[in-house]
């Protein structure tokens, strides 16, 4: 008699009559699950002779099985916030941003995501007095769509007590501690509401083929019981329903080896580093991003450095004396040029080889030269950027040249840090883009600068394997489809498999079969692969209807 233990197993599940992404076999059709496990892949003839009645069948009818994406920098409660408020990214006027939030629903403040006054034909923003009357008195609060400056309203300015602050002038814009402020004090939710959203931005992620999703949280985000809430979701919800992993960043600053450990243990070790979002500087659209000289629209601006070279380097030298990963998010040349200053001088306390060891991560990272590629390369540091910044900012005319004039050429250098051997992962930044890893991977290949396009393949490893490998996952097989590997994957429906490249001088030869090169999705057809089935570990976290149908 079967013992208990064998019947509450689940039956192993055969995908095939499909396409599986792995190096095992670039032209296999099939693949078996065991439990949290990849058993097996291969062809279809050899499918039909393992499939038993002891398995569940799947005919992926020419469906793709591939790595789960991992995004490698988000968050969780400002995500669900946003899918639940004023949607503003397309929002064309002030005029129109008045429309919205008079047409907003409910009793409490008014908040919305998403603007972008450098797509208006006249930027002109609206009055705070403006916002407070088309409210009808609630407090509004209205984050750009970077999410480092944001519009607020007379009532909630007084609410949050900005008067005095950093980045307060009277006015409806409020950025750096002012903006810090005002957001903490529309973040003041009960568990449950905190809860609901970020299961709601977990619920998202599976939908669209994540597995896991890095999420950075800071004293001026959410504070310390959200980071602890999004780390509980690795539990699984009272034993029910299952999401994404969650690996937790702390952006807080220590300078010395027992305040870091001190931090990490107040997280009960729950926390993969003291890195993500740690601001050495600002954002680009909100003109915070600290620069080497003036911004090209304004000229008199260049930002402002939030740490000190000293600080910055505190917290590395702390960081890799405590064997934790340390990083910050850093986005201008001039704040990238006090991070490298900092890993400088951090070596020269404690050393290039714990430095380097302590696997330490700058978010964003979008102005780098050749010499900061050079000095990431040396110091092991990995670069998590976001390819939908490109995509949404780098064309003719966008965001990136209207603040940077000709520098806007080299920003987002992909092609440079792989060449260097800069490690490199990629994610969302969500809700500052949407979770569609596709698009993301299709922004590489598609980046505005020819020269910094890398292949759809490697895109494709940096959002998958090399996200757990940027959160030094203790799996070493992680994000890859090979017997023994974990069972974490997604199924797409897709239109067409390629080879796609970045040099067209390669292309023959990687899409000839003998170069056995895995085959993606095309990403020029004019949509994106529709997620069928999302599963972590085995266990299914998503599913469309139309997957076993």
Same mark, same amino acid.
């Given at each position: 008699?079967?013992? *208990? ?6 039956? *192993? ?20 699950? #065991? ?82 006054? /450098?797509?208006?034909? #006249? ?11 088309? &409210? ?68 998202? &992620? ?37 999401? *994404? ?22 997280? #009960? ?12 500087? +600002? ?62 001088? $951090? &070596?020269?306390?404690? +050393? ?5 060891? $302590? ?63 800069? *490690? ?49 996952? &203790? ?9 023994? $590997? ?25 899409? #000839?079969?003998?170069?056995? /090169? ?6 020029? /057809? ?24």
């Amino acid at each position: 008699m079967p013992s *208990p233990e064998a019947t509450s197993r689940p039956a *192993p599940v055969l995908y095939r009559n499909g396409s599986v992404y792995t190096a095992a076999d670039p032209f296999a059709t099939a693949m078996l699950v #065991d439990g949290d496990t990849v058993a097996w892949v291969g062809s279809e003839q050899a499918a039909s002779s393992i499939a038993d009645s002891s398995m569940e069948v799947i005919d992926l009818r020419g469906a793709l099985v591939a790595p789960g994406f991992v995004d490698s920098h988000m968050h969780l409660t400002e995500t669900g916030i946003a899918l639940e408020s004023l949607q503003l990214g397309a929002v064309t006027s002030a005029r129109a941003l008045l429309d919205a939030v008079a047409g907003a629903w409910g009793n409490g403040p008014v908040l919305g995501h998403g603007w972008d006054e /450098t797509t208006w034909a #006249d930027s002109t923003l609206p009055s705070a007095e403006e916002l407070e009357r088309a &409210a009808g008195g609630r407090p509004v609060y209205l984050s750009r769509v970077d999410v480092h400056s944001a519009l607020v309203s007379p009532s909630l300015a007084q609410s949050a007590g900005l008067r005095g602050k950093d980045g307060y002038d009277g006015g409806p814009r409020v950025t750096r501690a002012a903006h810090e402020a005002a957001r903490l004090a529309t973040r003041q939710l009960p568990r449950e509401s905190l809860k609901r959203h970020q299961e709601r931005a977990l619920a998202e &992620a599976a939908a669209n083929g994540y597995v896991a999703v890095a999420e950075m949280g800071a004293p001026h985000i959410g504070g310390v019981d959200d980071l602890k809430l999004a780390a509980a979701w690795n539990g699984g919800v009272d034993g029910g329903a299952q999401f *994404p992993e969650v690996l937790p960043y702390w952006g807080e600053l220590v300078s010395t080896e027992e305040q870091a450990r001190a931090l990490v243990g107040q997280f #009960d070790g729950g926390i993969r580093g003291l890195a993500g979002d740690l601001n050495i500087d +600002g954002s680009l659209g909100s003109r915070t991003a600290a620069l080497r000289a003036g911004y090209s629209d304004a000229a008199q601006e260049r930002g402002a450095l939030y740490l000190s070279v000293d600080q910055a380097a505190a917290h590395l030298a702390a960081c890799s004396l405590a064997g934790i990963q340390g990083g910050f998010h850093v986005i201008g040349d001039a704040g990238l040029d006090a991070a490298l200053e900092a890993l400088d001088l $951090a &070596a020269k306390e404690v +050393g290039e080889q714990r430095v380097r060891a $302590a696997g330490h991560r700058f978010e964003h990272v979008e102005m780098a030269d050749a010499a900061a590629v050079a000095k990431l390369a040396h110091y092991s540091v990995t670069v998590s950027a976001q390819p939908a910044f490109d995509a949404a900012w780098g064309g003719a005319g966008g965001l990136y040249e209207q603040r940077l004039g000709e520098r806007s050429r080299s920003m987002n250098p992909f092609a440079a840090f792989y060449s260097a051997g800069v *490690p490199v992962c990629f994610g969302s930044d969500s809700p500052v883009t949407r979770l569609r890893p596709w698009a993301s991977v299709r922004a590489c290949v598609e980046h505005h600068n020819a020269a910094e396009r890398i292949s759809a393949r490697a895109a494709f490893l940096g959002h998958t394997r090399a996200g757990w490998r940027a959160a030094r996952h &203790a799996n070493p097989m992680a994000g890859q489809l090979v017997p023994g $590997a974990p069972a974490s994957f997604a199924v797409w429906e897709v239109e067409e498999l390629m080879v796609q490249v970045a040099d067209g001088r390669v292309q023959s030869w990687s899409t #000839d079969p003998r170069a056995r /090169t895995p085959l993606l999705p095309a990403l020029d /057809t004019g949509s994106d692969p529709v997620c069928l089935q999302t599963v972590k570990n085995g266990t299914e976290l998503f599913a469309n209807p139309a997957l076993r149908s």
